[in-house]
Every structure is written in C-alpha cells, then in structure tokens.
C-alpha cells in the first residue's frame, strides 16, 4: 500500500519492508560481533513499539541471550507529552547484566534517558541503546547518551508502522509511512 488512513490522517510509504529487514540484518551483524563473548546479554525491549524490531532483531542473533520486556509512555497523539511514564516494570534482576535496550525510535530522548538512569540505579555492568530509528535532529542528548546502534536515521516527521502508532492504529504494517500532509 502506498497511502493509509489513521483516524483523522493520512500517510504514505516511506520505508519499505525490505529495507526495514536489510538495516535489522546488519544491527544484528553487529551485535553479533559485539557481544559474542559477553555471557547472557540481556535485551530490554520497549514495549508497545518496539515489539516488532525486537522479534525481528532476534532471529538473527547467533548468541545466547534473553530477553525481557518493560513498558514506558511518553506520547499522545502526534507529539510528545516531554514526560515518561512507567507502566510495566522489570521481571528479573539487573544488577551486573549487560544490558542492551530495544526501542522502535529514538527523537527527543527522553525514554532512553529515562530507561538509562533506571539502569544505573539498578547497577548493571553496562548498558547500550539499540533502536530501529533515530531522529538526529531532534536527539537533545548527543555527547550525554550515545545511540550505539541506529537500524536507520530519518528525518524529525511523525510515522507509524513496523510498531509504530498514531493513537494506537498503524502498528500492524509491514512498511513504515509518514505522515502526509
């Protein structure tokens, strides 16, 4: 499908399904090289939106590793609401992991400063940020918390898809599209 409707929106495709596994495939490849010899990472995946990355990024892992899943909300609507809410915590104890945290999309960062602190009261060996997608231009804490792996970058617009919502619709595409205005 080249355009879709959410409620009251439109989007068109802007990242196909192909290029969206491509990109998934070489986070993986790196990941693999990273962390081959690093006893039983554990993947914190950022529920609602990452569950999709998360699934596809685990097929492609050649090492052990578990995964586990914690819930956070700081949007409503189209934008932003600049505060994060906890709604499902962690199942298990972190202390001394190597922690690498899944998200489906990195713009402001405010999520992954917030997961980030926790993981530092939570006293792990190390953490590291995996996301599908990173907004450079509106990432507020470059030189603060490094994105160590960005499946891809794209411009400051508002998409759904692969996870993604607009009000809880969308996530079920295969391809990524954007807003059209």
Same mark, same amino acid.
Request: hydrophobic share 40%; proline share 3%; net charge neutral.
């Given at each position: 499908?080249?355009?879709?409707?959410?409620?009251?929106?439109?989007?068109?495709?802007?990242?196909?399904?192909?290029?969206? *596994?491509?990109?998934?495939?070489?986070?993986? #490849?790196?990941?693999?090289?990273?962390?081959?010899?690093?006893?039983?990472?554990?993947?914190?995946?950022?529920?609602?939106?990452?569950?999709?990355?998360?699934?596809?990024?685990?097929?492609?892992?050649?090492?052990?590793?578990?995964?586990?899943?914690?819930?956070?909300?700081?949007?409503?609507?189209?934008?932003?609401?600049? *505060?994060?809410?906890?709604?499902?915590?962690?199942?298990?104890?972190?202390?001394?992991?190597?922690?690498?945290?899944?998200?489906?999309?990195?713009?402001?960062?405010?999520?992954?400063?917030?997961?980030?602190?926790?993981?530092?009261?939570? #006293?792990?060996?190390?953490?590291?940020?995996?996301?599908?997608? +990173?907004?450079?231009?509106?990432? #507020?804490?470059?030189?603060?918390?490094?994105?160590?792996?960005?499946? +891809? *970058?794209?411009?400051?617009?508002?998409?759904?898809?692969?996870?993604?919502?607009?009000? *809880?619709?969308?996530?079920?595409?295969?391809?990524?599209?954007?807003?059209?205005?």
């Amino acid at each position: 499908m080249n355009r879709i409707k959410l409620h009251d929106k439109y989007f068109r495709l802007f990242i196909p399904n192909e290029k969206i *596994e491509e990109s998934i495939i070489n986070v993986a #490849q790196k990941l693999n090289r990273d962390y081959r010899n690093i006893p039983n990472p554990l993947f914190l995946s950022v529920l609602n939106g990452s569950f999709m990355f998360s699934a596809h990024l685990m097929k492609y892992l050649d090492f052990n590793s578990e995964i586990s899943f914690v819930r956070l909300s700081s949007y409503s609507g189209t934008s932003t609401t600049g *505060e994060v809410k906890q709604m499902l915590g962690f199942d298990r104890p972190l202390k001394g992991r190597h922690v690498i945290i899944l998200e489906d999309i990195v713009d402001t960062g405010g999520t992954v400063v917030e997961l980030y602190n926790m993981m530092k009261k939570q #006293q792990v060996a190390d953490v590291k940020i995996c996301t599908l997608l +990173l907004k450079p231009e509106a990432y #507020q804490y470059s030189g603060k918390i490094s994105i160590d792996y960005a499946a +891809l *970058e794209i411009p400051n617009d508002f998409i759904v898809g692969f996870g993604l919502d607009y009000d *809880e619709l969308g996530r079920n595409f295969k391809d990524i599209y954007v807003l059209d205005k």
